[in-house]
């Protein structure tokens, strides 16, 4: 069993619309990831939300994901190095098991998902926050990304799918700008794996999270 760190680990949060490139950012960064989407609830739990008007589940309303879960996993790893964290079927909106997630002696690691921004707030007053992302691509760019990627990955049927890429693409830029207010840095690519160099840089502060630059799709 490995030691606890000497040095207690930090967190970037990285959060964004679904579809916007997330997952493939965190891989590209080098860094150990957790992944937020892992604390969705399960399609049985009857605190989920519905889509106004419909009976689809709202997958993209932060009742659906179990917030408290994910903060216990995001300090267990800053303090101990490694967490006990589950593993979920996105197809089957169910969790299948769990695992350890391990980040060895790593001072920096990335949590991304669709809800990250939601515990910006509680990770900084935990003293465990690096920095805060929000990735952004422009709505149609982001659309186009989601609905092949869960297609390919068969995550919900087709019609679901169409309709959840609809809505989504037609808010996008309300998603983004809650999750700006709620403490997260929008900004493309580029920029973000910059800020997450400078955040697993020695003695180097990110620059700040608010007052995000506007983004053009």
Same mark, same amino acid.
């Given at each position: 069993m490995s030691s606890p760190p000497s040095t207690p680990a930090r967190v970037v949060l990285l959060s964004g619309p679904s579809g916007s490139g997330k997952s493939l950012l965190a891989a590209e960064s080098g860094l150990p990831v957790l992944r937020l989407d892992d604390f969705y609830k399960e399609c049985t739990d009857p605190t989920?939300?519905?889509?106004?008007? =419909?009976? #689809?589940? *709202?997958?993209?309303?932060?009742? =659906?994901? #179990?917030? *408290?879960?994910?903060?216990?996993a995001i300090t267990e790893l800053c303090r101990t190095g490694r967490a006990t964290v589950p593993v979920y079927d996105i197809s089957k909106s169910a969790r299948t098991g769990e695992e350890t997630l391990g980040i060895g002696s790593?001072?920096?690691?990335?949590a991304e998902?669709?809800?990250?921004?939601?515990?910006?707030?509680?990770?900084e007053e935990l003293g465990v926050l690096a920095d805060a992302l929000c990735l952004s691509r422009g709505p149609v760019r982001t659309f186009r990304r989601r609905f092949l990627r869960d297609l390919r990955e068969a995550r919900k049927s087709v019609p679901f799918l169409l309709r959840r890429g609809w809505r989504l693409m037609r808010t996008e830029r309300t998603i983004v700008a809650r999750q700006t207010a709620l403490g997260a840095y929008a900004c493309g690519k580029d920029e973000a794996l910059a800020r997450l160099a400078a955040a697993a840089a020695p003695a180097t502060v990110p620059g700040p999270r608010t007052h995000p630059r506007p983004l053009v799709p």
């Amino acid at each position: 069993m490995s030691s606890p760190p000497s040095t207690p680990a930090r967190v970037v949060l990285l959060s964004g619309p679904s579809g916007s490139g997330k997952s493939l950012l965190a891989a590209e960064s080098g860094l150990p990831v957790l992944r937020l989407d892992d604390f969705y609830k399960e399609c049985t739990d009857p605190t989920l939300p519905q889509v106004e008007g =419909s009976s #689809d589940i *709202d997958w993209d309303h932060p009742l =659906s994901w #179990d917030a *408290d879960a994910a903060v216990a996993a995001i300090t267990e790893l800053c303090r101990t190095g490694r967490a006990t964290v589950p593993v979920y079927d996105i197809s089957k909106s169910a969790r299948t098991g769990e695992e350890t997630l391990g980040i060895g002696s790593q001072p920096l690691f990335i949590a991304e998902g669709i809800f990250a921004a939601e515990i910006v707030r509680r990770c900084e007053e935990l003293g465990v926050l690096a920095d805060a992302l929000c990735l952004s691509r422009g709505p149609v760019r982001t659309f186009r990304r989601r609905f092949l990627r869960d297609l390919r990955e068969a995550r919900k049927s087709v019609p679901f799918l169409l309709r959840r890429g609809w809505r989504l693409m037609r808010t996008e830029r309300t998603i983004v700008a809650r999750q700006t207010a709620l403490g997260a840095y929008a900004c493309g690519k580029d920029e973000a794996l910059a800020r997450l160099a400078a955040a697993a840089a020695p003695a180097t502060v990110p620059g700040p999270r608010t007052h995000p630059r506007p983004l053009v799709p």
